[in-house]
């Protein structure tokens, strides 16, 4: 059975190669991502994971799909995929000092249309960030499309204090919840 990323993220081919997986087609969802009114980061992760997969699912019937989205909170507040710079600002700001926490929600869907579900939850803290540091970031453009303006596994690494739960769920897909998706639906990791 064809396995089909529901993504156009490298960040989520390369989490997939470490464990070996090498998706036999990639076919990024176009939805709505926007959050409605209310709904908290956990209950929106897992929508946007499941509303990519399904509309991904009707073009592939018969093949697997594996689907996720990774959303940044502040509290109960989800912080948007910064796509300019005074948005990666604002978000650098409020994660400055703080704690806040990153929900990684995966969906697969197999060739008979059911689906199943897997949500990390990680907890990121920043270190106080001087204006000089928010500037040096920014200039770098690696908060571009970034939920919550950071990439982790780039630059932003340096201004992470302390990280609990799952690197790669930071980055865009958890890999322990992914394996467990795909070697429950017959698709085996390495």
């Known amino acids: 059975m064809p396995l089909i990323l529901a993504s156009a993220s490298p960040r989520r081919l390369d989490l997939l190669a470490q464990i070996g997986?090498?998706?036999d087609g990639i076919d990024p969802a176009d939805i709505d991502e926007t959050p409605r009114k209310g709904e908290l980061p956990a209950v929106y992760a897992a929508r946007m994971a499941q509303e990519k997969g399904v509309a991904v699912a009707a073009r592939h019937p018969g093949a697997l799909v594996l689907s996720?989205?990774?959303?940044?909170?502040?509290?109960r507040r989800i912080l948007p995929k910064a796509e300019d710079e005074a948005t990666a600002r604002t978000c650098l700001g409020l994660l400055s000092g703080r704690r806040h926490r990153v929900l990684s929600a995966v969906t697969l869907?197999?060739?008979?249309?059911?689906?199943r579900h897997k949500l990390s939850t990680?907890?990121?803290?920043?270190?106080?960030?001087?204006?000089?540091?928010?500037?040096?970031y920014l200039a770098s453009g690696e908060w571009?499309?970034?939920a919550g303006g950071y990439a982790i596994q780039?630059?932003?690494?340096?201004?992470?204090?302390?990280?609990?739960?799952?690197?790669?769920?930071v980055i865009g897909l958890p890999l322990y919840e992914?394996?467990?998706?795909?070697?429950?639906?017959?698709?085996?990791?390495d």
């Open 21 to 23: 997986v090498t998706p």
């Open 68 to 75: 996720g989205d990774t959303v940044v909170a502040c509290g």
């Open 109 to 115: 869907i197999d060739g008979d249309g059911r689906a």
């Open 122 to 136: 990680s907890t990121v803290t920043f270190k106080r960030l001087h204006p000089d540091e928010i500037a040096a």
């Open 144 to 146: 571009h499309g970034k």
């Open 154 to 169: 780039g630059r932003a690494a340096g201004l992470v204090r302390a990280l609990s739960g799952s690197p790669s769920g």
């Open 178 to 189: 992914t394996r467990t998706l795909l070697n429950g639906a017959g698709y085996g990791c």
